[in-house]
């Protein structure tokens, strides 16, 4: 599915240099994660239109939970920095929230978790690997941080939810993360590069 190599390192980054954001970097990462931002907002009300489709087997429903995961992986793919995926998922979380969010502030809360779940999978690999493999994996990452808060938060156990409920919809939001997020999310960036407007980016060398 990706249609052109995608280095495993980056020696455009010094290792002591990781952690510098430069004043490009955090622009950057703020406008991808506005536009995700409005994506979500708009992706609130495709969800629900969407929902009698899912009302016989709601898990299924988390198959296109994935987009909301895209900014934890797209934004870390192009900066390659820590923190940058768990910053462009807080801002449009955010800008989601802003522009009128069914869920309200809690999608903020989301938006960490989601963040976090990425984060980690990138800070496994020292922020050096960012091949298709490991944007898979910061998409199931992503989706785990995703589970982690809205099991709790949307479907307790107290209300009636239990492992036959779970266990699906997990899957269903593992998957998407996989692919949606991940896979997606590499292709898009790969496309951008192709572009020439990640010039100046590691990721469009």
Same mark, same amino acid.
């Given at each position: ?15 002591? #240099? ?91 809360? #989301? ?5 976090? !779940? ?39 156990? #107290? ?24 896979? !997606? ?13 990640l010039r100046g980016f590691p990721s469009g060398a």
């Amino acid at each position: 599915m990706n249609a052109s190599p995608s280095p495993v390192s980056t020696p455009a980054i010094p290792a002591g #240099s990781l952690a510098r954001w430069r004043t490009v970097d955090i622009v950057v990462v703020a406008v991808v994660a506005v536009a995700f931002g409005v994506v979500f907002w708009a992706w609130n009300y495709v969800w629900a239109v969407l929902d009698p489709v899912f009302a016989a087997f709601r898990p299924a429903q988390y198959l296109i939970s994935g987009v909301w995961l895209m900014p934890a992986v797209v934004a870390p793919l192009i900066v390659r920095r820590p923190g940058a995926a768990v910053f462009a998922e807080i801002v449009a979380a955010s800008v989601s929230a802003l522009l009128g969010s069914v869920w309200g502030l809690d999608v903020i809360l #989301s938006g960490l978790a989601q963040g976090l !779940g990425a984060e980690i999978v990138f800070a496994v690999f020292l922020y050096r690997a960012w091949s298709l493999p490991v944007a898979a994996l910061a998409g199931a990452g992503a989706a785990v941080g995703m589970a982690v808060h809205d099991f709790p938060v949307y479907y307790p156990p #107290s209300a009636g939810y239990d492992m036959g409920f779970y266990v699906p919809v997990a899957v269903a939001m593992l998957t998407s993360g996989v692919i949606v997020a991940g896979v !997606g999310g590499h292709v898009l960036v790969r496309a951008l590069a192709r572009t020439g407007v990640l010039r100046g980016f590691p990721s469009g060398a």
